[in-house]
């Protein structure tokens, strides 16, 4: 090989390493990288670019929701709620990875909830798994208070967790019911809202979580389903 075709070669070959470094970063894989804060036990992953793809998508539905529907909002286990055998008038808003934080910035983009009879609220589980519970009261609270006047508020709180080490932080059931009390609190101060302990439901019950520790089963599904049911009548 003559020293012009192997410096071609070598060019090619930067090229398309390049090319995929840039594909890997733009699906995300990349950015999802575990950042560690300088406070021990606590980690941070870089956003996922999907939380604003979805939001994007949001802000296209939103203009045609219906007066008078039901707003689901929340992370990956409200995502994968089957919302409407809760409620025939749903719009599931869930969004994988979001925390606390994220769905109170997001509000905004969702002038539907000014005109929604029911808003149910499920957030916290990522909160959680990226040490950050102790940001949870207040979060909570200001998610209630930026919700418009008008609909009705039924927040649950995040489900059970097992007993898990995520990137490095050590998860334990405790983290879980402690978030549970502190959406109960937030949610006892709100006059229009009404509370499922998610947590304190789906614990006792074997089988309710997949084998992550995180996400629910169908049997977890069934208990949450129709506990929100319930609040709502």
């Excluded at 950015?31 to 802000?59: F, M, N």
């Excluded at 296209?60 to 994968?80: E, R, Y």
């Excluded at 000014?114 to 009261?137: E, F, H, K, M, S």
């Excluded at 490095?168 to 006059?191: L, M, N």
Aim: charged share 15%; proline share 6%; with cysteine.
């Amino acid at each position: 090989m003559t020293r012009t075709n192997r410096a071609a070669a070598l060019a090619y070959l930067t090229t398309i390493h390049v090319a995929l470094f840039g594909l890997i970063w733009n699906t995300g894989k990349v950015q999802q990288t575990v950042k560690r804060l300088s406070s021990p036990g606590t980690v941070v992953l870089a956003d996922d670019p999907i939380i604003e793809r979805l939001l994007s998508a949001h802000d296209q539905m939103d203009a045609s929701v219906p007066a008078g529907a039901s707003i689901f909002l929340g992370d990956s286990i409200t995502q994968s709620l089957a919302t409407a055998a809760v409620d025939s008038a749903a719009i599931n808003y869930g969004i994988g990875w979001m925390r606390s934080d994220q769905l109170l910035a997001s509000i905004p983009r969702y002038p539907s909830l000014r005109r929604a009879q029911r808003v149910y609220v499920t957030i916290g589980t990522n909160d959680i798994l990226q040490g950050r519970v102790a940001q949870l009261p207040t979060t909570y609270r200001a998610i209630l208070s930026s919700i418009p006047e008008g609909p009705s508020i039924i927040m649950s709180s995040p489900p059970a967790i097992g007993r898990i080490d995520f990137y490095g932080h050590r998860v334990s059931p405790q983290d879980a019911r402690t978030a549970a009390d502190f959406a109960a609190a937030a949610c006892q101060a709100a006059s229009r809202c009404t509370f499922v302990d998610a947590e304190r439901l789906l614990a006792p019950i074997p089988g309710a979580l997949q084998a992550d520790g995180v996400h629910l089963t169908p049997t977890g599904y069934a208990v949450w389903i129709k506990a929100l049911r319930d609040a709502k009548s």
